[in-house]
Structures are given as structure tokens and as C-alpha cells.
């Protein structure tokens, strides 16, 4: 059984940085692609960042280019979101995911099977 847990969101001020965890357990981590996505109320779960197994293939969204960076330890089984010059439209869920068979780096979330239980990320004005 995959599981996933992510860990590190708060309350930050515009401008400021939050790290993201996700933990995983469960099957052999550094095989598989991880993911992170968010979302807010009403709205669909957006795509943020992806990296392949190996970690040596990143992936953003437009809107976080820049100001984000993804990263895994497959050592200890934990992929990271750091996030720096937050902004207000930050804020949201933050979900981490991972796929049953895929390796390499992916946007759609139709290709992620597993899913941790997200991490709210608020950032004030």
C-alpha cells in the first residue's frame, strides 16, 4: 500500500518561503515520477511541479517558475516543494502524487494513481 504524506505548510506572509515534504512509503520510491498539485475551493487541482525518478527531470507551471523548486531525496524516500516569493495567490492545498508504472516527469494529473491527504498553504497580503 503507497502512502504519502505531506508536511510543512502554514501561514506565511507575502514574499516569504515554506518548504513542502512528502514522505512516501510503501514500494520502491526512486522508480517512480512525484508530483505536486493544489487546489482551492471550486477550483480544479492545478499542476505545480513533477520530477522524474532519477530526479534529474523537473517540470513547473508558469505560474510558479522561478519562485518554486522541486527536489527528492530517494534515500529517504521524501520528495520537497521549496516555495520562495510567496504570493497570495499561492494559497491553496498542496497535494503531492505519485504514479503505479511512470518514471518520467508528467504534468496531467491523470497520470498520478496515488495521492497523499494535502497540506494548506496560506499566504497573507
Known amino acids: 500500500q503507497v502512502q504519502l504524506v505531506e508536511s510543512g505548510g502554514g501561514l506565511v506572509q507575502a514574499g516569504g518561503s515554506l518548504r513542502l515534504s512528502c514522505a512516501a512509503s510503501?514500494?520502491?520510491?526512486?522508480?517512480?515520477?512525484m508530483g505536486w498539485f493544489r487546489q482551492t475551493p471550486g477550483k480544479e487541482r492545478e499542476f505545480v511541479a513533477t520530477?522524474?525518478?532519477?530526479?534529474?527531470?523537473?517540470y513547473y507551471a508558469d505560474s510558479v517558475k522561478g519562485r518554486f523548486a522541486i527536489s527528492r531525496d530517494n534515500a529517504k524516500n521524501t520528495v520537497y516543494l521549496q516555495m520562495n516569493s510567496l504570493k497570495p495567490e499561492d494559497t491553496a492545498v498542496y497535494f503531492c502524487?505519485?504514479?503505479?508504472?511512470?518514471?518520467?516527469?508528467?504534468?496531467?494529473?491523470?497520470?498520478?494513481?496515488?495521492w497523499g491527504q494535502g497540506t494548506q498553504v496560506t499566504v497573507s497580503s
Open positions: 502524487a505519485t504514479s503505479h508504472w511512470l518514471a518520467a516527469a508528467s504534468v496531467p494529473a491523470s497520470n498520478y494513481d496515488y
Open positions: 520530477i522524474s525518478g532519477s530526479g534529474d527531470s523537473t
Open positions: 510503501g514500494r520502491t520510491f526512486s522508480r517512480y515520477v
